[in-house]
Nanobody
Framework: QVQLVESGGGLVQAGDSLRLSCLASGRAFNKYSVGWFRQAPGKEREFLGQISENGENTFYADSWKGRVTISRDNAKNTAYLQLNKLKPEDTAVYYC????????????????WGQGTQVTVSS
């Protein structure tokens, strides 16, 4: 069992940057890849990117390349999502998820999810 808790969301202005955190507890965090998703009001949950168990490899959805950076610190059991040049349409709930020794871009592939953190971008 892995518990994930996101933090760092809030109200920001267009053009700002924000770093979200995903704190894990429970089983060995370093055996799980971490993905980041978001869900805007009235829309489906969207994959942003993923980082491998040891942090050496990252994969980003095409539409997010250059705008986000995913990193992790296994000593702190924490993964991060750096969001840059935020726009009002980036307003959404952002989620982290963990998948055991595997990779995935689809929601159902992930084993554990956090509760999400709200990011609101004002114009």
């Amino acid at each position: 069992q892995v518990q994930l808790v996101e933090s760092g969301g809030g109200l920001v202005q267009a053009g700002d940057s924000l770093r979200l955190s995903c704190l894990a507890s429970g089983r060995a965090f370093n055996k799980y890849s971490v993905g980041w998703f978001r869900q805007a009001p009235g829309k489906e949950r969207e994959f942003l990117g993923q980082i491998s168990e040891n942090g050496e490899n990252t994969f980003y959805a095409d539409s997010w390349k250059g705008r986000v950076t995913i990193s992790r610190d296994n000593a702190k059991n924490t993964a991060y999502l750096q969001l840059n040049k935020l726009k009002p349409e980036d307003t959404a709930v952002y989620y982290c998820a963990a998948i055991f020794q595997s990779y995935g871009i689809l929601n159902h592939q992930y084993d554990y999810w956090g509760q999400g953190t709200q990011v609101t971008v004002s114009s």
